[in-house]
């Protein structure tokens, strides 16, 4: 399994991106999918998971802010998060659980004014 994310970059406090995320290769019908980020100096965490069935976890430091989703036709995640500040400054990386644990290259947010 591949994940290849994108939509990361450079935006000013309080604004939007969104990110997304497609898998291709042998996946399995149950899946979940999700998106975990490392701040510099900081371990990985996880931010938001989604599951082929639809059930959402968030980490507590987003909810109400962000928003993850998915298209299962088109082995696609997306993580819309708005409201975003400068402890939100990482690196997010796609996540995908689907008979082993596949991890995208990554992407950069940076929030700074």
């Known amino acids: 399994v591949q994940l290849q994310a994108s939509g990361g970059g450079l935006v000013q406090p309080g604004g939007s991106l969104k990110l997304s995320c497609t898998a291709s290769?042998?996946?399995?019908?149950?899946?979940?999918m999700g998106w975990f980020r490392q701040a510099p100096g900081k371990e990985r965490e996880l931010v938001a998971v989604?599951?082929?069935?639809?059930?959402?976890n968030y980490a507590d430091s987003v909810k109400g802010r962000f928003t993850i989703s998915r298209d299962n036709a088109k082995n696609t995640v997306y993580l819309q998060m708005n409201a975003l500040a400068p402890e939100d400054t990482a690196v997010y990386y796609c996540?995908?659980?689907?008979?082993?644990?596949?991890w995208g290259q990554g992407t950069l947010v940076t929030v700074s004014s």
């Open positions: 996540h995908m659980l689907s008979g082993g644990v596949y």
């Open positions: 989604i599951t082929s069935g639809g059930n959402i």
């Open positions: 290769g042998r996946i399995f019908r149950f899946n979940s």
